[in-house]
């Protein structure tokens, strides 16, 4: 598996145990294991079967993106999806230092999969296939929650470059949830859903695969709420890859999570311009004339970001690291 790497972002030392989980399991498995760092991150790192990525080492990095990236966020990630597509990734698996996980998380990630396919049917609460309990996922739309599942189909075989794993315990719920509903929750074994052209439901980076030819979908921005950084990512992954034909697919637990420390009030308050403006923001998206074809994706790109710059939910600095990831990929041959 030499071809899959996986990348985690953490400013954990060389003690951490759900690091040390990871370098053990994926040495054992002959899969490249990328951790970057960040400003708080430990100036000594040494773990046997992780590829640590210290500020420092980051300004080595010959990537136009690693000039100008900011500090102190989430989307340093980006970095270390440009170092494992520099060393040969062919599909990039991504999580966080407090998912542990579970045995099919080492399973072959495989591109084309049965599913239920869900074809022009708007906001869907893809967890609520996986669970009778009231839960939706970070970022969804809140004036959707109760809406009703679309009834699923027999599953077909298709190609889905972009695929999201559920968590156990402790899944991706927004604050609202966490305030005020109880857990720890896990989700049944049920069949994957796959949500093709015109049906919307965020995912997250905490358990998702990515196949070569959408890579380029991977960059999160850096000039938002550090809350809704993976979650608007989503949604332009979304948006774009229903001009490539590709379905985002959603599949069972494959880690439980034992969450970090977190303020919930500071996340409340991190995810209000979520909670206010995703409705706006997939509508705004959808309105865009965008061109059909992968050649397209990276244009494509940068039209849905002016969008939410226009809009006001991203800063316009964006644009200058967007170029940046352009260029790269352009440079390692993936554009």
Known sequence: MK???????SIANQEHPILKVFAKETTKRNIPFIVIGDTKSPKEFNMVGCDFYSTERQQ????????????KHYARKNLGYLVAISKGAETIIETDDDNLPLEGFWDNRIKQVNAHLLISKGWVNVYKYFTEALIWPRGFALENIQDNLPTLENKVLIDCPIQ???????????AIYRLILPLPISFNKANSVALGFNSVCPFNSQNTSWFKEAFPLLYLPSYCSFRMTDIWRSFVAQRI???????????????????????LMNDFRDEITGYNNNTQIIKSLNELDLKEGIENIPANMML??????????????ELDLLKSWTMDLESLKVI
């Open 3 to 9: 071809d899959t790497f996986l990348i985690i972002t």
């Open 60 to 71: 080595t990095l010959k990537f136009q993106l690693a000039k100008t990236l900011p500090y």
């Open 164 to 174: 999201q794993g559920l968590a156990d315990e402790n899944p991706d719920v927004d």
């Open 241 to 263: 890859a229903w001009t490539c034909g590709w379905p985002i697919l959603f599949h069972q637990s494959t880690v439980w999570q034992e969450r970090n420390d977190h303020n």
């Open 304 to 317: 849905c970001y002016m969008k939410l710059i226009e809009l006001g939910y991203v800063g316009t600095e």
